[in-house]
């Protein structure tokens, strides 16, 4: 058996398989799934060679006998300053409304430097044992908390810089986005710390101006958006809003737009009208399923009709590029997940039936956001750093029945230690009000 933490500069993986979708050039026939089989040479941490399977015969070839590989996986919608907060805030009944509340208040209670650093490290720890090699997260920025927030991004950027590539996200109310006390300092915030603007959107009289001031900012200081957008109101009308607004303006950043949850309870017309308009206005759209599942529809004593989440399919109809991502973690927003892009992707699949086929789906979780984030990962092309996972299963079928937990996670061609922290390290901050 290939011992895997003794592996040597240069070795090759014979015989392994990966979705096609992964691969900027395909080395040979793609089957049902989607799959291709090949082999991968690495040497110095890096893709050095990509062959047809069976193609290298080199004495240091290690055959893996069709086992699937991925490459470094890309979250692009996360919450890290908020996450593993559940044991002293829980959400008292799943609702948004109960999660808004319960963050709040611990936000004033406990958001102390040090509570937010250990919190978002933890996090970060998480994700880098399930294999993800960048990540996007949305930062609070509305109130005292905002600028300790951002310290300890700026800091952890370069702590973990050559592990995960993080990007931030000043995160407000569209509301606050009209108050000048709110919105110039997150802008500064945002500058300072090469982030970008965000918001997000809901029912409001004030959406229109609020998405008309994102705009100026981002277009006065070059500043790319990524909002949240109509997650909680089925009559939300925002990704409407925001596309024929970046088509009026002829607005040339990037425009990420998340969770996009009314769409999928609109009439055919309207959504046909919407998705036309971000597609031409090149808008990227971000699901967030686990979240979305848990928190649409939740009424006590009532089973839910509404899965919450967006019309992937359609949108990828029409050449919009779409992803999904882990949003947050054991938080009132979401009581589960630990930053696993294998578990998001698999019940992705389930929840938005992106499985029969499969097609190009896997591109949600690597190439996609990646591309979107400006990152080099995503994919499997030789000179990229040799970032990988390695499964036992060795079709799509048995990679999305099982959790994959007995992963092995390769960085620059070199196995990890993929334990995830431990819960217990983080039990002295679940007491309500120590950071006060």
């Given amino acids: 058996m290939l011992d895997f933490g003794k592996l040597p500069a240069a070795y090759v993986l014979g015989s392994v398989r990966a979705p096609a979708a992964l691969l900027p050039t395909v080395p040979g026939p793609v089957d049902a799934e989607g799959l291709v089989a090949f082999d991968i040479a690495i040497a110095d941490g890096r893709i050095d060679r990509i062959a047809p399977s069976g193609a290298m015969a080199d004495t240091l070839r290690h055959d893996l006998a069709g086992r699937l590989v991925l490459p470094g996986l890309v979250d692009i919608h996360t919450h890290l300053d ?7 805030a829980p959400n008292p009944d799943g609702s948004f409304e109960g999660a808004m509340t319960a963050v709040n208040a611990d936000r004033a209670a406990n958001w102390s430097e040090d509570d937010i650093y250990r919190r978002f490290d933890f996090a970060l720890r998480c994700a880098y044992a399930h294999g993800t090699v960048a990540i996007r997260t ?3 920025s509305e109130g005292p908390r905002a600028a300790t927030t951002w310290k300890v991004f700026a800091r952890l950027r370069e702590e973990w810089r050559g592990r995960i590539e993080l990007q931030a996200v000043g995160l407000i109310p569209i509301d606050s986005v009209l108050d000048d006390t709110l919105f110039v300092p997150l802008v500064e915030l945002a500058r300072a710390n090469g982030g970008l603007l965000g918001s997000y959107t809901y029912v409001t009289p004030n959406l229109h101006v ?15 958006l990524d909002l949240h957008v109509d997650e909680r109101h089925t009559a939300g009308r925002g990704l409407a809003t925001l596309a024929e607004m970046a088509l009026e303006r002829r607005f040339e950043g990037p425009i990420l737009a998340g969770h996009c949850c009314a769409l999928a309870v609109k009439e055919a017309d309207e959504i046909d009208r919407t998705l036309d308009i971000v597609a031409q206005a090149g808008i990227g759209v971000v699901s967030l399923p686990m979240c979305n599942l848990y928190l649409q529809d939740r009424v006590a004593g009532r089973t839910p009709r509404w899965r919450g989440v967006t019309l992937l399919q359609e949108m990828k109809a029409r050449g919009i590029t779409v992803m999904v991502a882990s949003d947050n973690a054991r938080d009132p927003f979401y009581a589960y997940g630990d930053l696993d892009l294998v578990e998001v992707y698999r019940e992705a699949s389930r929840i938005a039936h992106l499985d029969h086929p499969p097609g190009d789906w896997p591109a949600a979780i690597g190439g996609a956001p990646a591309g979107w984030m400006g990152v080099n990962a995503g994919i499997l092309t030789p ?3 040799a970032d990988l996972s390695l499964f036992a299963a060795r079709s799509l079928n048995e990679f999305l029945a099982r959790p994959q937990a007995e992963r092995i996670v390769l960085r620059h061609g070199k196995a990890i230690d993929a334990t995830p922290p431990d819960y217990a390290e983080l039990d002295d901050l679940m007491e309500r009000g120590h950071g006060a």
């Avoid at 001031?213 to 006065?220: G, P, Q, S, T």
Wanted: aromatic share 10%; hydrophobic share 45%; no cysteine.
């Fill in 138 to 140: 949305h930062l609070d």
């Fill in 383 to 385: 000179g990229r750093p």
């Fill in 82 to 88: 908020k996450g593993f907060i559940w044991k002293r």
């Fill in 210 to 224: 609020g998405l008309a001031r994102l705009f100026d900012a981002a277009e006065r200081h070059g500043l790319a």
